[in-house]
């Protein structure tokens, strides 16, 4: 007589972990949670910042279209997966990953480097997309992220200093903002539907024709639209239909059901994820510690019943003179910006600025905003040709009625010049006005001023030396105020006869 002594199975069956494990699609979800989340909590500031830079409705409205886009890209390379041949070095994985990773820590630290134009140029999103790479190479290996090498492409699209050239190189303007959207969406088409070469391009052609026409008739019946609807709704309606067009398309000539539901998913390539998962944590814990600049913090003083449409008013004491508008403000500051410069003399000179008394230029720039935000993501190398210009630290200065000016000198080292610059904003609590006022220290009649110019393309050199070597290439560090009495006197005289003809108008 035997006894069977083999151990009786478990009644409850597999546990949860197991159950996971033998589900594809289970285990490709819980890593993308993983993978979302660490990307979340590491960058959780810049994400912050980019929704307050969206409430203020500038041009980087258009990630949200970018997101869809790209997971539209994704899903379409997910569907024509084929074998794979069985040849994975996890250890490369480990070591390729998480060199990206460091790379991603590394751009979230070189943050500070950036902090005048960080709004502009947001290298953080830079790192986000690295973190992504990273942790994807970390959870699924070298093999599979390969082969959505076109779609991580297309995510760099998150890093907004490209689209921004494009569309101000362009004019500017909501239709370029979303052409430029829609020709972004062809291309995502394009990746989502390439099961050849040719099908990629007619599904790309279907999207520009669909997203052109979709454009064309939202700015006919709806030409008030938020510029996130140019953006959003034309290229991702014409990915949509040209995806689900030619997906159709295919499953009806193979006969197939058109359905995606309950088609097999073919088990991961890396079955365990352990130490590398952790190490995707807490790099994601440490980074959520790491600052972003800080932003938003210009000092704004309300003056109700203020006047912010430029040119500002002519104080007693001084002369205007020639006076010149700019409408390509818009494509800076939307659509209702306006900008005037404004050439303003003293009535009589003073030995106490010139050495011949001769009477002193100042260059008066006012632009008016609805958008105050957009100033910091456009600052004034944006408006005005000062390339290669060295810049100093701004200098706080108290004005009258609570207003707080920012002083600092440009040095034009081809020229030999330096200017003082002081500025500030003021908003009647819809309406924001920024007043730049600008002297030169040469005092000839003829001496040269900053010339107004939309200077985009010609920044990114500057832009790249301030990447390769940091902001120190570009600060003045021995600033002289010359005239600092000069803008000061004059700044004083300007708010004060604004804030009393405010006063009369309301009275």
């Known amino acids: 007589m035997t006894v069977d002594t083999a151990p009786a ?3 409850g069956g597999p546990g949860l972990r197991e159950r996971i494990a033998e589900n594809a699609a289970a285990v490709v979800a819980v890593r993308w949670v993983l993978i979302v989340v660490a990307a979340v909590v590491a960058f959780w500031h810049t994400l912050d910042a980019v929704f307050e830079e969206m409430r203020a409705y500038t041009l980087i409205t258009y990630l949200p279209a970018v997101v869809v886009l790209v997971v539209i890209a994704a899903i379409g390379v997910s569907w024509r997966r084929g074998p794979e041949l069985p040849i994975h070095d996890r250890q490369t994985d480990v070591i390729v990953g ?3 990773l460091i790379v ?16 502009t140029t947001h290298v953080d999103l830079l790192g986000l997309w690295m973190f992504l790479l990273g942790s994807s190479c970390l959870m699924y290996g070298l093999r599979p992220v390969a082969r959505y090498r076109w779609v991580w492409f297309l995510l760099l699209m998150i890093w907004p200093v490209p689209y921004r050239v494009e569309v101000l190189t362009f004019g500017g303007g909501p239709v370029v903002a979303g052409a430029i959207m829609v020709a972004f969406g062809a291309a995502a088409t394009a990746v989502a539907t390439a099961r050849t070469p040719r099908r990629g391009l007619f599904g790309a052609a279907i999207a520009a024709g669909v997203g052109a026409v979709a454009l064309i008739g939202l700015r006919l019946v709806f030409p008030n639209a938020p510029m ?3 953006q959003t709704v034309p290229a991702v309606g014409a990915a949509l239909v040209a995806s689900a067009w030619l997906y159709v398309d295919y ?15 073919l088990p991961v390539s ?19 510690f790491i600052p972003i600049p800080s932003f938003g913090e210009t000092p704004n003083t309300h003056i109700a019943g203020l006047d912010t449409r430029p040119p500002v008013l002519v104080p007693p004491g001084w002369v205007a003179g020639q006076v010149t508008r700019y409408d390509w403000v818009t494509s800076l500051y939307g659509p209702d910006a306006t900008m005037a410069v404004q050439n303003i003399f003293q009535s009589k000179g003073s030995l106490e600025f010139d050495k011949f008394a001769r009477p002193r230029k100042i260059a008066v720039t006012s632009i008016e905003t609805v958008a105050p935000l957009s100033f910091e993501v456009y600052p004034v190398i944006f408006t005005y040709y000062l390339i290669g210009d060295r810049f100093s630290s701004s200098v706080p200065v108290s004005l009258p009625h609570g207003v707080t000016g920012s002083l600092q000198t440009v040095v034009d080292d081809e020229s030999y010049l330096t200017y003082n610059r002081l500025s500030w904003n003021w908003n009647n609590g819809e309406r924001t006005q920024r007043v730049t006022l600008v002297s030169v220290d040469n005092h000839d009649p003829d001496a040269p ?5 939309m200077t985009i393309a010609r920044n990114l050199s500057t832009f790249l030396t301030v990447l390769l070597r940091g902001t120190a290439v570009t600060i003045d560090l021995e600033p002289q ?11 004083e005289d300007l708010i004060n006869a604004q804030v009393d003809a405010t006063a009369k108008a309301s009275s």
């Open 481 to 491: 105020f010359k005239d600092r009495d000069l803008l000061v006197g004059y700044a």
């Open 104 to 119: 991603a820590l590394t751009l979230s630290l070189m943050n500070l480097r950036y902090s005048r134009a960080y709004l």
């Open 98 to 100: 998480t060199v990206i």
């Open 449 to 453: 001023f900053p010339t107004p110019d």
């Open 270 to 288: 890396v079955r365990r994820v352990g130490r590398p998962g952790f190490l995707v944590v807490v790099l994601a814990v440490a980074m959520f």
């Open 251 to 265: 499953r009806r000539r193979q006969g197939d059901s058109w359905s995606p539901l309950g088609r097999a998913m």
């Open 9 to 11: 199975p478990a009644a």
């Open 228 to 230: 996130m609807a140019y």
